[in-house]
């Protein structure tokens, strides 16, 4: 089976290494890995400002590319949220919902698809702390959100992170508070989005953690413009880099 | 159309009072934290919630005959129960039975209904003296601004604020900011007021269908107040604060204390069914909108809030950006999915002042999926052609630069170019929002595709 | 049209479908407040439940708890000798004391009283409470047993008499009990008046009782003497 691989446009644009750590990692699982060369973005910028009609033909371009594949993985949860969840801007034609169907995110992948049991080529002997996105947490439950208070807790991405030797997660003042990027809100609403940026990464700093790792690349460009600007010694990595055995 | 509301601007200059932004940040997440500690002590909550999402939905789905009902047994108990197409029609009407009672002066207690009526500069255009009771609403009166949060109004408000406000209009001293003198200082100002005043109002918070009576929950009791002294009472009501019976009422009366701020219950949760001995109760049932959300498959949900504010406590951008920011009656989330159903134009910006991070969702007593209504009201914003121009254009553009591959790996190139090799002045300047407060991402050496193809595609 | 038919038109019109049907709620087989659960070793910055009794702890004791988390005070009362001398212990400076219940029979009875105007140089209030409830440490009150609504609320400091075997557990179980449409006034009071508006600051005693004293003591047959 050949796994369709979905790098979101800013992860091609900007932090292309993430990229590379998915691919090899799902190749390292045995997973047969094909990369689209047509793909550009799932269409989110455009629908999550309203613009349904300007959403229309990257959304088209996404389906066609991954339309023969059964299986597509990304390392994005909020671009896969919104191709399960709001890809709509289409005529939802079979194809289409296939696609949207068959499109996983990277830790859900590895969680519950791939049972994956250890990563023995990954150490990441670092304090480290754990940014889940809004999407991850409430969107696609990928860890109990803070809100459900009597619910049994339970996070797929820590239990990914415990089978990597030496890493240290720290807890924070706020669990799951948004980073305040908020797709092109941290442009719109700038003043709010920087400030909800600046208490985030002072809730880790606080904490005294090395590195920040989080499955959605768009918090942690967001969170490193701010960490840039404060000058803190703070990294940001994409969990696939370290269950890649990275930092890169 | 009507001058927009600018969230972004308003809540700019909120974030810029440092000590006001991050005293209200603390305050606010604080009663998150105690609505948290409330909810662990109720095991069965996420069954509670059900309920009450249920009974709100089964009640909304036969409403005519719940108010009918609720008018017959209120009726019968000797309310005096009138209609209200709009806030024109409220106003009207209240005027009516105030003119009718020769009312010079009242006292009232909290009602967002009232406030979004516009009730009282209507009242007070006539010649009628309006006092608000509550604490919070008080302090927002004298300052001739709107309440900033549902449940404790002048919460943006610092005690300085508080200090100077009543030394100014109550005649306090102004050195004095100790929260402990000053409502003392407005309990002897109001006190007076209630004995003097020819009539109280309240709102409701739940109106119960099978015994004509309704509830209004208060913490200072000064709903209680303005109702047992004065012999006249009246009550406003939106149509959707009908519940079915009295037994409903442990639910939501469980929840909503505990939601808004962290109490099993409120100091009053009040019942009123028909006049006191020696007194006059008047109902007005008001629509406003309301059934036309009805009818609006997308938004109906949204009426079966029951102003808790547990979702502004917890929605991040409420919090920075204060309640104010919103520019009307109701604010934070519930605010942004209830506001452009009154004046799309006016609030056509407050869809876009979230970072849909879906907290208020799973906050909400009654499960509205106030997250999604938010994303759904952007397009309907961009389909009426309301979108910022900028944003329009440059979405436009997007659009069609991710619809092309070349097109995108084109303009990759050249942003890639651009970063590199303009000066630091050019991208960060104010024309460029995201560089005020954060640095740009660096530019890597090649696209992922590029690396992709040096070397996964022998080609 | 008139606004009512007007209104009932447009809501009629508007429903939604499929109508939702009401559910039935278990009430007495929810259990209120327990121990709190959920708080798991990631979250380590939650705050600690304040102490909830058992499934097998005594209601009265749970009641208490939550009375004094909500600002208001209880003692146990053995007969109405000892109600009244608490009374006096507890408000020395009282002046008018106006009372609706034999046990204390205080400096003006309520049953006198002609316009709620009156009662607002009182400094005590004295009623009795026909039922609290555990969960919200409240105390139920009507018209009935206020005679006069505003000695509820126009009392500087209020005393509420509560047999200790009228307590129930949840809302559910007091909605179950009580007839609401009764009478014109009831209120669930749960402690004294309060108010946090001023940066969030608790304050007690904001508009209406600065203070409120449960007496834990079953309705006495006689009032045992003057005075």
Redo the contacts between chains.
Sequence with gaps: MKLGLFIPCYIDAFFPEVGVATLELLERLGCSVEYPLDQTCCGQPMANSGCQDDAAATEDLFVHCFQDFDTVVGPSGSCVHHVRFHLDAIEQTPQARKVRAGTRELVEFLHDDLRVAAFPWAAFPHKVGLHDSCTAVRGLGHVRPSERVNEPYFSKTRELLAKVPGLELVELDRPDECCGFGGSFCVTDEAVSAKMGYDRVYDFHRHGVEYIVSADMSCLLHMKGVIDRLKLPIKVIHIAQILNGGPP | MTRAVDPEGRAERFIALEEHESTHDRLVWGMRQNRDKAVAGVPEWEELREQASQIKEHTLTHLDQYLEQFEANATNLGAHVHWARDAEEHNAVVYEILQAHRVKSLIKSKSMLQEECGMTPYLQKRGIEVTESDLGERIQQLSDEPPSHIVVPAIHKLRSDVAALFAEKIGTDPKDSDPHSLTEAMRQNARPKFIAADAGMTGANFAVAETGGFVVCTNEGNADIGTSVPPLHVASIGIEKLIPRARDLGVFIRMLSRSALGSPITQYTSHFHGPRRGGELHVVLVDNTRSDRLGSPDFWHALKCIRCGACMNTCPVYRRGGGLSYGATYSGPIGVILDPGFDLSKYRELPFHSSLCGSCTEVCPVKIDISDQIYKWRPIVAAKGMLKLSKKVGMSALGMTLAHPAVFHAAESAAESALEHLPRFLPYNPLNPWGRHRDLPTVPKQTFRQWYLENRRKS | M???D???A??????????????E?P?SE?K?????????E??????E?PG?PGVNEPLLAYFRL?LE???GRSFEAADATAARAKVAELFPDANVVCSAVSEVPGTRRVEDVR???EL?DVDLGVVRSPLG?A????VWLT?AELV???L???SQHLVVLLDPAAVVE???D???QID??????????????????????I?H?????RSLTVLLLAPQATAGGSG
Aim: aromatic letters at 6%; proline letters at 9%; a neutral charge.
């Design positions: 008139n606004a009512r007007a209104i009932l447009a809501v009629r019109n508007n429903m939604p479908q499929p109508a939702v049907p009401l559910p709620i009430g929810w209120g407040v327990k121990h709190g659960l959920g708080y798991k990631h979250f380590t910055r939650l705050p439940v909830a939550q988390a909500m600002g316009d709620p105007h607002n409830v969960e919200a440490g409240a018209q006069v609504n505003a509820e609320v126009l949840t809302m559910h007091a909605y179950g609401l449409a009764a009478s014109p006034y009831g209120v669930f009071l749960a402690g004294p008046s309060a108010t946090g508006d001023i940066e969030g600051v304050i005693g904001a508009q209406g009782a």
